[in-house]
């Protein structure tokens, strides 16, 4: 399975940009970038996920790297709430696999009043 | 609307004590897979099922471990004679879809198992 890599923690002022880098160097034409995070206490949630062009949503923005070798969460305005950990996880969509999730460390986001 | 729902919340249970986990997944969702969650960790794979079909338990870390969804809705996981390694968050997840390449994945805010 391709793999991703991504800083172990970051840091961030309330109201302020973020953006969250993953490298997957390994990754193949087939394998679709998800993002999920994971609130204090709670389940991960799912927040985006793309293939090859940049992704919006209410939650956050997807930017992907046109060799799609890395990609980077964006979230416009950062809130206290959105003090998490940070997955990027690759799904293959091709061959049989019902693309089960596999969790790496993930970013550590702490944000600041 | 009703996300996946996990019960108990919290389990303490004494080492070599049998314990039972319970989801219930979404209503009408195929896919339900069991996690496992160590402190500080990410969430690990256990087992996979679609319906009622257990298609993947390759990540059961022993035959104590043993999860069921007889009626392709709630499921079940249950640990035999727990030990103290076994101390975790377990969590479920469900999706309406087969394939998760292009479908989100709704988890449940999980059980929090302590051995003692």
């Known amino acids: 399975d391709a793999k991703t890599t991504q800083p172990n923690s970051m840091e961030s002022n309330e109201e302020e940009p973020v953006h969250l880098p993953c490298n997957h160097s390994t990754i193949s034409g087939t394998d679709y970038i998800h993002w999920y995070r994971q609130l204090p206490s709670q389940g991960p949630e799912y927040v985006i996920h793309g293939l090859t062009s940049n992704v919006n949503n209410r939650m956050a923005s997807l930017a992907i790297a046109e060799d799609r070798k890395s990609s980077t969460l964006i979230l416009h305005r950062a809130t206290l709430r959105d003090a998490a950990v940070y997955y990027c996880?690759?799904?293959?969509?091709?061959?049989?696999?019902?693309?089960?999730?596999?969790f790496g460390q993930g970013t550590i986001l702490t944000v600041h009043p | 609307g009703a996300g996946v729902s996990q019960s108990p919340r919290y389990k303490v249970a004494k080492r070599g004590q049998d314990v039972a986990l319970r989801c219930d997944p979404i209503s009408g969702h195929v896919s339900l897979f069991w996690y496992q969650q160590a402190l500080g960790q990410g969430p690990e794979f256990l087992t996979y099922f679609q319906n009622e079909a257990q298609l993947d338990k390759s990540g059961l870390p022993s035959d104590r471990f043993f999860a069921e969804r007889p009626e392709g809705s709630v499921s079940t996981l249950k640990i035999q004679r727990t030990q103290q390694e076994d101390s975790a968050v377990y969590l479920c997840?469900?999706?309406?879809?087969?394939?998760?390449?292009?479908?989100?994945?709704?988890f449940g805010n999980g059980t929090r198992l302590t051995v003692t």
């Open positions: 996880i690759l799904i293959d969509a091709g061959g049989t696999s019902y693309g089960k999730l596999t």
């Open positions: 997840a469900s999706s309406r879809f087969t394939s998760l390449y292009n479908s989100p994945l709704h």
